[in-house]
């Protein structure tokens, strides 16, 4: 009996190659209001564009979850995110094989600061538990108890998040999401360039019904919600 092969395509990741550019993006966009390559019809489009990436970010993403490995040491308590983060996910303590072996859990900051006001000395051989203060001022991130490095169990905190929707910074540079959440967002700018230049017409009104509906399709799909 002869054996089994198994075909394969080569990995190319993220699976951005059948997505548009900034400016196909915002030329499609803008030919929804009759506007064509006209460039202040183009600029219009884009900052369109750019307004739904940034309504998007409004909520986590399970397309943007990525990792952050943060080493731990002794006496410290605080230790810096990563500069791309927006909410947390989940995190782990990883050993010296980069093994994941134990959950660290989430408290949210209002709750952490009461219930361990009184901060123990570095003589724990592990975290139990962590918190993020201020992402956008100061992006750290807070264990407790702090760990000793004598008795350090596992050295690595694994911090899974989420990171924002990063703008397109070219005419030729693609949003990193996928090909039905690029659609959908092609589809909100399109509404809102529409009722920027006919404003509240029937052509506008369907267009936004059908921007909705494209969204609410890819939020039951995607969206995520921040560790608790």
Do not use: C
Not at 173 to 189: R, T, Y
Request: glycine share 4%; aromatic share 10%.
């Amino acid at each position: 009996m002869s054996g089994s092969v198994i075909a394969t395509t080569a990995a190319t990741f993220p699976q951005t190659a059948g997505l548009r550019t900034r400016s196909q993006l915002a030329l499609e966009v803008s030919r929804f209001a009759g506007g064509g390559n006209d460039p202040e019809r183009m600029t219009l489009a884009n900052q369109h564009v750019d307004q739904i990436v940034r309504k998007m970010n409004a909520f986590p993403w399970k397309f943007n979850r990525v990792v952050n490995d943060v080493p731990l040491s002794g006496d410290d308590d605080e230790y810096t995110l990563a500069s791309d983060f927006r909410s947390p996910l989940r995190a782990l303590l990883v050993d010296s094989s980069s093994k994941e072996r134990d959950t660290v859990t989430y408290v949210p900051f209002e709750e952490f600061v009461v219930a361990f006001a009184y901060k123990a000395s570095a003589s724990a051989s592990m975290p139990q538990y962590y918190t993020v203060r201020n992402v956008h001022e100061t992006g750290k991130v807070q264990i407790y108890p702090p760990v000793n490095t004598a008795s350090l169990t596992w050295p690595t905190l694994r911090i899974y998040y989420h990171r924002r929707i990063v703008l397109a910074s070219s005419e030729s540079a693609k949003l990193n999401v996928p090909q039905e959440v690029e659609e959908a967002i092609l589809h909100d700018a399109a509404a809102l360039n529409l009722m920027s230049v006919e404003g509240a017409t029937g052509r506008t009104v369907a267009m936004t019904s059908l921007a909705r509906d494209l969204y609410l399709t890819v939020e039951r799909e995607y969206r995520d919600y921040p560790d608790y």
